[in-house]
């Protein structure tokens, strides 16, 4: 079983910053790639940032410059410093993560609860 947790959501002034943080736990072989999606009220969920095992990122043209995403291959853990926040970032944050169960089995896609991140202006 493999879950994720994420953590660091909150309320924030328009401007500010806030870091999310996201642990991989349970029985697994490894953990690809991970990334951070969000969706807002009445909206689909979209793409955030996400990054490799090896490290290699993208973003979402939206954030791109005001958000870093970043992993622990080590701890298994992947993060989002958020800054400059806006209004329109309010969304819940959901981490995501390809996670390789066993060596003869293919990679599975897991999803955390998510956590609410609001941006008041």
């Known amino acids: 079983q493999v879950q994720l947790v994420e953590s660091g959501g909150g309320l924030v002034q328009a401007g500010g910053s806030l870091r999310l943080s996201c642990a991989a736990s349970g029985s697994f072989f490894s953990v690809g790639a991970m990334g951070w999606y969000r969706q807002a009220p009445g909206k689909q969920r979209e793409l955030v940032a996400i990054i490799t095992r090896s490290s290699s990122t993208n973003y979402a043209d939206s954030v791109q410059g005001r958000f870093t995403i970043s992993r622990d291959n080590a701890k298994n853990t992947v993060s989002l410093q958020m800054n400059s926040l806006k209004p329109e970032d309010t969304a819940v944050y959901y981490c995501?993560?390809?996670?390789?169960?066993?060596?003869?089995?293919?990679?599975?896609?897991?999803w955390g609860r998510g956590t609410q991140v609001t941006v008041s202006s």
């Open positions: 995501n993560a390809v996670v390789l169960v066993a060596i003869m089995k293919s990679p599975e896609n897991y």
